[in-house]
């Protein structure tokens, strides 16, 4: 089955974009517009800033609080550390069953498949990963794990970004993990063509539609600003071609903390043929205290939006603790109570 509209960008433009990421401040500043002094910036972040133009081009001019700025932008806060932010809270070195193969939970394995991203986001909870030891020469020893345990029915690919690596090694991976008769489901976890829409090309298609395996992606936007018209139609072309497309955010403090924000974002990637997976309340890892929300507020905007959109629209409220068999579900016990007029007949 091949996508009924074509995508308007050539095969490797994506990796045009990907070359001449932003990676320094004062660039950034300069294309949108703002001056450096009214930006808290830190000149020696331990984690640099990238971002790509695609995505540097949805950021507002000359808004210092523009909520896709501040997902990129180094700031002074990162040097903060108070009581209770670690490197590793979610305790995945642990969970490593070696390099590059993480399982948490029954049935589905994570393979860490590159060590990049197109983005530095700056809340991430792998940003203080510890690639060089995930690297591996040879995807041989994880596949023969995934062999040797008829209970895996779906790898998930993650990262870093998979999708950072060229189709042709994407596709020997995705080769080899269909030569495993019990994996019938191949999950990526992306958030490269939230940033760079251009990845979504016509040969990457074609190999998620090739493949035994059912195909399913689950992008990571975390505000409606992020989608524009090359994204839309990236989103739509992959919808057409009949993967199965979810979105994971995280809840991110002076980002997406406020009921208009997730019910925007929700609606927006409706409109793209994305569904709402997860919303993450975000890991205590060192270098991120400043976007944090507290549990208490996350329940309250969860309760609020539940109040405003159909329930397929709602993501689930979640976070992750280690040890659980699943990522655990904070559910709202109170929901805040339903106005009189809707209640009423007639
Ligand atoms: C989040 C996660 C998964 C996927 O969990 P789902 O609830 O199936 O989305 C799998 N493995 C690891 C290690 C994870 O962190
Ligand atoms: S794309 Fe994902 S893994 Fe990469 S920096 Fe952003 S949040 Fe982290």
């Known amino acids: 089955m091949i996508p009924s509209i074509p995508v308007p960008w050539q095969a490797k433009a994506w990796q045009t974009e990907l070359s001449r990421a932003i990676t320094d401040v004062e660039d950034l500043a300069n294309i949108l517009g703002l001056s450096l002094d009214d930006m808290d910036w830190d000149p020696n972040p331990t984690f640099p800033m990238r971002v790509p133009m695609p995505y540097v081009s949805r950021m507002r001019c000359g808004d210092r609080s523009d909520p ?13 550390s108070p009581l209770g932010f670690e490197s590793d809270p979610l305790q995945e070195t642990s969970a490593t069953l070696f390099p590059g193969l993480v399982q948490k939970y029954r049935g589905r394995v994570l393979i860490i498949a590159a060590e990049n991203c197109a983005v530095n986001c700056r809340y991430c909870f792998r940003r203080n990963f510890p690639y060089a030891y995930h690297r591996h020469d040879s995807t041989f020893p994880m596949l023969e794990h995934i062999r040797d345990d008829p209970s895996i029915h779906e790898v998930i690919l993650s990262g870093g970004d998979p999708l950072i690596m060229p189709d042709a090694r994407l596709n020997n991976l995705v080769e080899s993990i269909e030569q495993i008769p019990h994996v019938k489901r191949l999950r990526i976890h992306t958030r490269l063509p939230v940033v760079i829409p251009q990845r979504i ?12 395996l059912r195909t399913l992606i689950v992008a990571h936007f975390n505000h409606a600003n992020e989608i524009d018209d090359h994204v839309a139609v990236a989103f739509t072309v992959l919808r057409q071609a009949g993967i199965p497309l979810l979105n994971q955010s995280v ?25 709402p997976y997860y919303l993450h309340l975000p890991d205590r890892v060192t270098g991120t205290s400043h976007f944090h929300v507290d549990i208490d507020t996350a329940l309250r905007l969860h309760g609020s939006i539940q ?35 809707i209640n009423a007949r007639g």
Do not use: H, W
Not at 69 to 79: D, F, G, H, S
Not at 257 to 275: M, P, Q, R, T, W
């Open 251 to 275: 809840l991110l403090a002076g980002v997406n903390d406020n009921v208009e924000s997730l019910c925007s974002l929700s609606e927006a990637l409706f409109e793209v043929g994305i569904l």
């Open 68 to 80: 896709l700025l501040r997902q990129v932008l180094p700031e002074l806060a990162e040097k903060n």
């Open 201 to 212: 090309s016509e040969p990457l298609i074609e190999m998620l539609v090739n493949t035994r």
């Open 307 to 341: 109040g405003k959109l159909p329930g397929y629209l709602v993501p689930k409220l979640v976070q992750e603790v280690p040890g659980r068999p699943a990522k655990e579900l904070i559910a709202s016990a109170s929901l805040p109570p339903t106005s009189p007029r």
